[in-house]
């Protein structure tokens, strides 16, 4: 499963700064019962949990972390990444216009011809467009929007509802609710499509360092002819620049197009790593049926070790390594 989105509410952010767990019940989505789990099923679940949860942590990503603080973890892996340079052009229009005086609140509609053919029309409403506030709503909407192998359909919505802080002092925290609709990519010839609602939160105490939580009563990730749903979603995200360290904690539960049931995941040790690569160190458990589990051990930022208890009984019946790369 290809991982998501990395970039769009960084632009976003450009804009203005140039300028916990949920519910068991999964917000009362009704859920199908917990997966069994066997030897020859793990390794298919590992890679569906692993790469989903790194898709939601991807959107993380949205919130800004053009404001200096550094690069979030696996950065650069997903299809979804390429779409932050579209917008990244189309901001440009916007910062033109306030350059020129005429910033204004509500923006009209501004439509931008793509490098290679479409277009991406970027409207706003902002109470000052000199810092985020409360309320603040901006949308992107790509219509066949190409660039070199990418191509871009749908709509992408964010609104403020809280801030406070000051983004050029380095200490804020801002939590932006984000809805992705029919949002479909194609590159390279492999379709990926988003649709949720979710909530993201970024806290800079001092810079370089972030703190980022995603959350999601229910998102829903199609790529490489795989379908993901994530329910109940919560991701931690530590990012130090400095460092070139990153720690990351998650939980929720999975249903997959590619095994029947669901099941529930935790990172019990958070994983570590470093810059924008696989983490070195950390432990996730996904849980099934009958209290059987899958135990990932992160050996290093290569391999990963899958502890496999089919009976529940908290004693592995078999281990398998598998490399980064063949689960996510």
Not at 97 to 123: H, K, W, Y
Not at 313 to 326: C, H, K, M, Q, Y
């Amino acid at each position: 499963m290809t991982r998501t989105a990395h970039a769009l509410l960084a632009a976003a952010s450009t804009i203005l700064a140039a300028c916990g767990g949920g519910s068991s019940d999964g917000g009362n989505i009704a859920l199908p019962g917990l997966a069994d789990i066997t030897s020859t099923n793990a390794p298919t679940i590992s890679s569906a949990v692993m790469s989903s949860m790194l898709e939601g942590t991807d959107l993380g990503s949205f919130t800004g972390l053009s404001t200096g603080a550094g690069s979030s973890p696996l950065m650069g892996k997903a299809v979804f990444a390429k779409v932050g340079s579209l917008q990244t052009d189309g901001v440009q229009t916007l910062l033109k216009q306030r350059q020129l005086g005429i910033f204004q609140a509500p923006i009209d509609p501004v439509t931008e011809n793509c490098l290679d053919g479409g277009t991406m029309t970027l409207s706003a409403n902002l109470a000052n467009p000199s810092t985020m506030s409360q309320g603040d709503t901006i949308s992107f909407t790509y219509v066949n929007c190409a660039e070199g192998t990418t191509i871009v359909n749908g709509t992408f919505g964010m609104t403020v509802t809280s801030f406070s802080g000051d983004m050029l002092s380095g200490a804020f925290s801002f939590r932006v609710s984000v809805s992705l609709s029919g949002f479909t990519i194609v590159d390279d010839g492999v379709l990926a499509t988003a649709d949720g609602d979710i909530t993201i939160t970024l806290t800079a105490t001092s810079q370089p360092t972030l703190d980022i939580s995603v959350t999601a009563t229910s998102l829903t990730v199609s790529a490489d002819g795989q379908t993901n749903t994530l329910t109940d979603l919560t991701i931690s995200q530590g990012i130090d620049s400095v460092a070139a360290t990153y720690t990351l904690d998650a939980s929720g539960s999975l249903t997959s197009s590619v095994f029947e049931g669901r099941v529930d995941f935790a990172t019990t040790v958070a994983l570590q790593g470093m810059g924008e690569g696989n983490a070195f160190s950390g432990e996730l458990v996904i849980s099934g049926a009958a209290n059987a589990t899958i135990r990932i051990r992160v050996l290093d930022a290569t391999m990963l070790r899958l502890e496999i208890d089919t009976n529940g009984d908290g004693t592995p019946d078999e281990s398998i390594d598998r490399s980064w790369d063949e689960l996510t």
